[in-house]
């Protein structure tokens, strides 16, 4: 029977973390104050070591090891952070390991860990999601004997990720009505609310996932974890298929609320930290402060915390994160226009459809090999969100044939 999470074990956890990670600030974010009308925290884990609070999770299981545990060493599936703090434990601690990171996970994370680890650590790519790269790990871990660190369903590392909860509470003093946690598999949010309800049962606790990996929400709904057919694998520190069979029940019986995220809300969310706040966030560690900002407004929040879980982020991603940000707030929006064989029928498009301040920020033939029948994918920044009715009654009014391609159509996984 799996070990019960409980608030004395996260209190062990904090001491065998306390020489090895760092406390992390918690501090008032002005524009997230002013947006929402209540008082905003952040707990800035993207500061942490590996800047992610997975390391919690991760060192303490690690530490926790028998002698003979430790000489078979260790394995574990990470999207990233994970792998960065089994690595970094792997170092310290004096284990070796093997790390299995899917295909998708960023190059800057995948260096990490390598830097992290060095010798002691050996990184495997394998799969394209973080559920294959698990399969590969836990193949790995029954073939060669090595423990196999749980990312998120563990009591041990459940009860490290649940220090962040405890520091929380010890840096506000009490004072807090909301917190706000990113879910992935469903550890941080589980060993939070663990410690919260014992230290402060008043407190409102809402979990934060992508909506294209809504993992944590279908198992609430179904009474029980069960795999997605398919995840969008963009957030990727929280792109989980299945969440954790011990984490689902303390989310279930602890946690008052959990929400889907655009990812597209995630990428302005991310794109306002990093511009205005000058935090830079991984689409993970955005979650918490997207989703306050989705369903806080207005309401009787109190002070409000939203953990920052992670800050390795590629800076490669970015263009797609502008992307992702433009298309949500209604900036960017793309059409199949079908030029006749005429002269003058661009021209048209430039003076008779498009409005002042209207730019066309992508123009691309689908067909190369004939472009005079083919039909042209055409790119539209705005203004302002509401000029696209008047973009549209235009379009409407022109002799051109032009196709909007909304965001849920097949055509548009081809843009981002």
């Known amino acids: 029977m799996p070990a019960k999470v409980n608030a ?13 990670v760092r406390r992390t600030p918690l501090e008032e974010n002005d524009r997230l104050t002013a947006l929402l009308g209540t008082r905003v925290l952040l707990k800035r884990e993207d500061t942490q070591v590996c800047r992610s609070y997975k390391v919690r999770g991760a060192y303490n299981l690690m530490s926790s090891l028998t002698e ?19 690595a970094f434990a792997c170092r310290r601690l004096g284990i070796r390991g093997r790390v299995f990171v899917p295909s998708n996970t960023p190059r800057q994370k995948r260096q990490r860990i390598a830097a992290f680890g060095g ?50 509470t010890q840096q506000a003093g009490g004072a807090v009505d909301t917190v706000v946690v990113p879910v992935g ?20 606790i809402i979990g934060a996932e992508p909506a294209g990996a809504a993992s944590m929400r279908a198992a609430l709904d179904n009474g029980g974890p069960v795999a997605l057919p398919e995840i969008d694998s963009f ?27 655009d990812e597209g809300a995630v990428c302005t969310e991310m794109l306002d930290l990093y511009q ?20 806080l407004p207005g309401a009787a929040a109190g002070t409000v915390v939203c953990v920052v879980s992670g800050g390795n982020n590629d800076v490669s991603r970015y263009a797609e994160v502008v992307e992702r940000s433009l298309v949500h707030v209604g ?47 055409v790119g539209i920044e705005l203004e302002r969100p509401r000029d696209l009715d008047s973009l549209l009654r235009r ?7 032009i196709e909007r391609i909304s965001p849920g159509s097949p055509w548009f996984s081809f843009l981002l």
């Not at 949010?189 to 008043?202: E, K, N």
């Not at 990727?236 to 011990?246: E, F, H, R």
């Open 68 to 86: 003979a545990e430790r000489r078979r060493g260790v394995v574990c599936a990470s999207a990233g952070n994970h792998g960065q703090g089994v």
């Open 235 to 261: 957030v990727d520190g929280a792109a989980v298929g299945k969440v954790g069979a011990q984490a689902y029940p303390l989310v279930k019986d602890l946690v008052d609320e959990v929400v889907a995220v």
């Open 8 to 20: 004395a074990g996260i209190e062990q956890a904090a001491q065998r973390l306390e020489p090895v």
């Open 185 to 204: 598999g469903g550890g941080l949010i589980s060993g939070a609310a663990v410690w919260l309800r014992a230290h402060a049962p008043h407190a409102r």
């Open 395 to 401: 379009m409407d009014d022109s002799p051109l044939a």
């Open 276 to 295: 205005t706040d000058g935090i830079i966030a991984e689409p993970a560690g955005a979650l918490a402060s997207a989703a306050a900002r989705q369903i």
């Open 119 to 168: 010798d002691a650590v050996e990184l495997v790519v394998v799969g394209s999601t973080y559920d294959e790269a698990s399969a590969a790990a836990h193949w790995d871990s029954e073939r060669t004997g090595a423990v196999y660190v749980h990312p998120f369903d563990d009591a041990r590392t459940m009860e490290g990720q649940g220090t962040v909860a405890r520091e929380i």
């Open 331 to 377: 900036l960017r929006h793309y059409f199949l226009v079908t030029f006749p064989q005429q002269p003058g029928a661009l021209r048209h498009f430039l003076d008779g459809v498009l409005g002042k301040g209207e730019d066309i920020v992508a123009f691309e033939y689908v067909k190369k090999n004939n472009r005079e029948t083919g039909p042209a994918l």
